[in-house]
């Protein structure tokens, strides 16, 4: 019966034999990686020398293994084999987001736990756990992303013959219906903002927020549909008051324009920072701006601003400085609160763009996704994207028109 092959990588039985007065010789077999079978040798003065200058040769030859994982390593090492991959292709935010679910939540539990030992069963459990702690369905599900990752590259490595995630339930939560701004909504909304009420505690809040420049924002919000953190991150140089020309029957007319794509993000140890890449691979986009909304850019920007200089500044110590886009959500949410809109957030705005755009038949789902910097539909994938679609400020202006 034929002798089995060595695995690549893997080495035959080690002989030492002494071939000269205190002169060793040490040799194997040894299959490489390209599958062919060599043989290697050592010398040293002694026995002993001779089997470790052998095992070096044989290190140097497969690879130093330091790096690599096997069945008995702990979880945790594969977590910062995984991450180093983040680090190394990831933006600053989501390394951010991934290192701190895996410090606060992942390796506390399962850290020290072989990769052997990360059973579908030991995983299952560690899930209804945090069900039972009070996470959400969307937390869980992101921590259930992080397991897979690290666990996938175990399996590469070969420590694991398959993801033991794979085979866990589906995480159910509850799918809320999209909930926007109705037309009285945003009139009571905007009329709180601009009022001086005669109650003292309600005047009081109106004030704040108009000190903290959230009737700008809001309006901002509403007219783009922006995300919080594009808004932070518009810069006066992002901003065409002047407007662009379009066709408008027989004639041209200018649109002012604003360009959306970059957000402000928090980044660990370099504070807040404007990241070029957007959410996602549509984010950077064009948007046509209504004229309500032109208007109060013109009466904000203050003479001479820098180009650079963001809209929606905040005095820092070297100057205007950016907003912090959970600091914005917060004092969006306290002004949404108390004009009787507790329930609403920052991201209520941009599916109030989409709503009214929605409700208007003369723009297609492509136009709409376009404007949002979104793809939502399985054609985007064969449809040309990316267009300006200047009707669209036409249609918001006339939701706000009273």
């Not at 590469?156 to 909930?179: C, F, M, T, W, Y």
């Not at 807040?272 to 046509?288: D, F």
């Amino acid at each position: 019966m034929a002798r089995p092959p060595l695995a690549p990588g893997a080495h035959g039985r080690v002989s030492v034999r002494e071939i000269a007065p205190r002169r060793f010789v040490a040799r194997c077999r040894v299959r490489d990686a390209d599958g062919v079978t060599r043989r290697v040798e050592a010398t040293a003065w002694s026995h002993t020398a001779a089997l470790q200058a052998l095992q070096g040769a044989l290190r140097s030859r497969t690879g130093a293994r330091s790096g690599e994982l096997r069945p008995s390593s702990r979880f945790s090492e594969a977590a910062e084999l995984w991450m180093g991959k983040v680090e190394a292709r990831r933006s600053g935010s989501t390394r951010d987001a991934y290192r701190r679910r895996l410090d606060a939540v992942v390796l506390p539990a399962l850290g020290e736990l072989r990769l052997q030992e990360c059973t579908v069963g030991r995983l299952d459990a560690f899930m209804n756990t945090l069900e039972r702690r009070g996470f959400s369905a969307n937390y869980r599900s992101a921590i259930r992303g992080v397991l897979r990752e690290v666990l996938k590259t175990a399996v590469a490595h070969e420590a694991l013959a398959s993801n033991p995630v794979d085979h866990l339930e589906h995480i159910e939560g509850e799918r809320k219906q999209p909930r926007a701004f109705t037309a009285p909504e945003r009139t009571r909304l905007l009329a709180w903002l601009e009022a001086s009420s005669d109650d003292a505690q309600q005047r009081q809040l109106q004030e704040a927020a108009r000190r903290r420049g959230v009737p700008d924002l809001v309006r901002f919000l509403l007219a783009t549909g922006a995300r919080i953190g594009e808004a932070c991150a518009v810069r006066w140089r992002d901003v065409d008051l002047e407007g662009v020309a379009v066709v408008d029957g027989d004639g041209l007319r200018a649109v002012p324009v604003v360009s959306l794509g970059p957000v402000i993000v928090r980044v660990r140890g370099r504070s807040l920072t404007r990241v070029e890449a957007g959410k996602t691979a549509s984010a950077s986009r064009t948007v046509p701006l209504p004229e309500f909304a032109a208007a109060m850019l013109r009466a904000r920007r203050p003479g001479g601003a820098p180009g650079d200089e963001p809209v929606f500044a905040v005095a820092g110590r070297a100057g205007p400085s950016w907003l912090d886009p959970a600091r914005a959500g917060k004092y969006l949410s306290e002004a949404f609160a108390a004009a009787g809109l507790g329930w609403a957030t920052s991201h209520v705005c941009r599916k109030t763009f989409l709503t009214i755009l929605d409700d208007e038949r003369a723009l297609s789902d492509r136009m709409k996704a376009d404007l949002m910097g979104h793809a939502t539909l399985l054609r985007d994938v064969y449809v040309g994207r990316g267009g300006f679609h200047p009707q669209a400020a036409t249609f918001i202006d006339a939701a706000y028109r009273s």
